[in-house]
């Protein structure tokens, strides 16, 4: 009779120590640093979400992303191609109105590749806006407008304009930075990635001048990193893409033309909101531009 207990006891046990193990165990599974779910490790959940490859991405639909210069008055000795760049200040005021009035949604970069690249969710009817070029009409006007419809935008600068006349002063870019705006790179002075050349001695080499001390000086302006670029003149050929992903960047951006199938990350498209059109006209351009 006491073997018997004793035997009954021990199996008790036994199924008690087997129970409490396996919770441990089981709990190890799903308790990542900090007491956080990490259901990578578990086997009853999927694996972390992989990112999309190339055909994925270019199946996506496009978000319409807009690329303005001088938001300023024309002037008679603008040309007839140049006023494509120059937005007039009321015609740009229509835009950012029909934008609003429309129920649009400002994204910025970040937003872009987590939609591209994983899938995430965007606000409803999305749109880009992006400045070229550093110049101070887009402080002075462009920003203001920004504000009122409660817009955030990207604003890639060439740095060699910097504080000249005519164009943004640093600490007008460290605002717009610490504002929640993007500050990408445009280069140190405009000139066209596709005509870099490698030089051994650094001050000749275009890939430290054009894009890195640019870099360098906008990190340290802003106290974020710089992971966007965009082409000057919206230039690129295929040799230049690998290089500007060795170069730290996330993305590039050029302008109409058709993006690369096999990198469409560093060659993503974008419209001039060209100063001819009015606001219906800019709506009718992004509808059939951006399938």
């Not at 992006?130 to 920004?146: A, K, N, R, S």
Request: proline fraction near 4%; hydrophobic fraction near 35%.
């Amino acid at each position: 009779m006491r073997k018997d207990l004793l035997r009954l006891v021990l199996c008790a046990l036994t199924l008690l120590i087997a129970t409490s193990c396996h919770q441990n165990t089981a709990k190890q599974k799903v308790t990542g640093p900090n007491g956080a779910t990490d259901i990578s490790k578990t086997t009853s959940y999927p694996s972390e979400q992989r990112a999309a490859n190339a055909a994925e991405i270019m199946a996506r639909k496009e978000v319409p992303i807009l690329c303005y210069h001088q938001i300023r008055n024309w002037t008679a000795k603008d040309s007839k191609r140049a006023k494509d760049d120059i937005c007039p200040v009321d015609r740009f005021k229509a835009h950012m109105k029909m934008l609003a009035d429309n129920g649009y949604h400002t994204i910025l970069p970040d937003d872009l590749l987590a939609y591209l690249t994983q899938g995430k969710a965007l606000p409803t009817n999305p749109v880009m806006i992006t400045f070229d070029d550093t110049d101070l009409d887009q402080f002075t006007v462009g920003y203001p407008e920004l504000k009122k419809y409660h817009f955030k935008a990207v604003f890639f600068i060439m740095t060699v304009a910097l504080g000249h006349k005519r164009y943004m002063t640093k600490d007008q870019v460290k605002q717009l930075s610490a504002e929640g705006h993007v500050i990408g790179s445009h280069t140190y002075d405009h000139k066209m990635v596709v005509k870099y050349k490698h030089n051994t001695d650094p001050k000749l080499d275009d890939w430290t001048v054009q894009v890195d001390e640019p870099t360098r000086t906008l990190e340290k302006l802003t106290g974020k990193k710089v992971e966007y670029f965009a082409y000057p003149y919206g230039l690129w050929n295929m040799s230049v893409l690998p290089e500007l992903k060795k170069h730290g960047f996330k993305a590039a951006f050029q302008l109409a033309e058709k993006r690369d199938a096999n990198d469409p990350l560093f060659t993503i498209r974008r419209i001039i909101g060209s100063g001819y059109w009015s606001a219906s006209g800019l709506h009718h351009a992004m509808s059939k531009s951006f399938k």
